[in-house]
């Protein structure tokens, strides 16, 4: 049983009033079955960073959201007990974020590596 109840609304406009066009967005899960979690998993990392073992973090724009919420929906599997939620952060949101532990990556940061 596929069962998804949504309340965030796409074409609601941001309470920031600089909004500059990307977002801060968290999204947390608890799914019961391993094969949709890790489907869920894999398909969160292609878009941020986990920083925990069931919450990700993003910086998108409203369209990369769009994206990435439409292909949970249609990609995993969600039961009744299943939560998936996903937590939009304004510009004056973020600024109040209050992290213990390492920050991980900020606002406008990109990842680097280099192979030697």
Do not use: H
Not at 63 to 88: C, F, K
Not at 90 to 107: D, H, M, Q, S, Y
């Amino acid at each position: 049983m596929n069962t998804v109840l949504t309340d965030f609304y796409f074409d609601e406009q941001p309470c920031c009033p600089d909004w500059s066009g990307e977002m801060r967005y968290v999204v947390c899960y608890d799914i019961a079955n391993d094969k949709q979690r890790t489907r869920l998993a894999r398909l969160l990392g292609e878009y941020g960073d986990r920083i925990q073992k069931s919450v990700f973090e993003f910086f998108l724009s409203d369209g990369g959201y769009r994206e990435m919420w439409t292909r949970v929906l249609g990609e995993v599997e969600v039961e009744q007990e299943d939560r998936i939620r996903a937590i939009p952060l304004c510009l004056a949101c973020e600024k109040k974020l209050e992290v213990v532990g390492p920050r991980g990556r900020e606002r406008g940061e990109v990842e680097v590596y280099v192979i030697v």
